[in-house]
């Protein structure tokens, strides 16, 4: 599956952004980030089956993880954006119901969307 990941932007400090992941499907749903000079970290993830959701230490309390059915989409809501949140964020696709933080457990990738917080 080709996915990809838009809604990227600029806001300040304490704003709110909202990414989407297109298509989804029969398949869960991770969200990664990667800023400059660092490894790419995990941010979220939705099961396709039961929609059990996992997050980030960092970003618990602020992000959320949903599936828009009409859209045929799976979107992250960024609340209360702080700078240390911006990165190129990704979307990628895994088989099964299950999952994990683990970036090498999923199968397709879309490109990124950038996301800049200001201070």
């Known amino acids: 599956v080709q996915l990809q990941a838009s809604g990227g932007g600029l806001v300040q400090a304490g704003g709110s952004l909202r990414l989407s992941c297109a298509p989804s499907?029969?398949?869960?749903v991770g969200w990664f980030r990667q800023a400059p000079g660092k490894e790419r970290e995990f941010v979220a993830a939705?099961?396709?089956?039961?929609?059990?959701?996992r997050y980030a230490e960092s970003v618990k309390g602020r992000f959320t993880i949903s599936r828009d059915n009409g859209k045929r989409t799976v979107d992250l809501e960024m609340n209360s954006l702080k700078p240390e949140d911006a990165a190129v964020y990704y979307c990628?696709?895994?088989?099964?119901?299950?999952?994990?933080?683990?970036?090498?457990?999923?199968?397709?990738w879309g490109h990124g969307t950038q996301v800049t917080v200001s201070s």
């Open positions: 499907g029969r398949y869960s």
């Open positions: 990628a696709a895994k088989m099964g119901s299950a999952i994990t933080p683990d970036a090498r457990t999923y199968n397709s």
């Open positions: 939705l099961s396709w089956i039961g929609g059990n959701t």
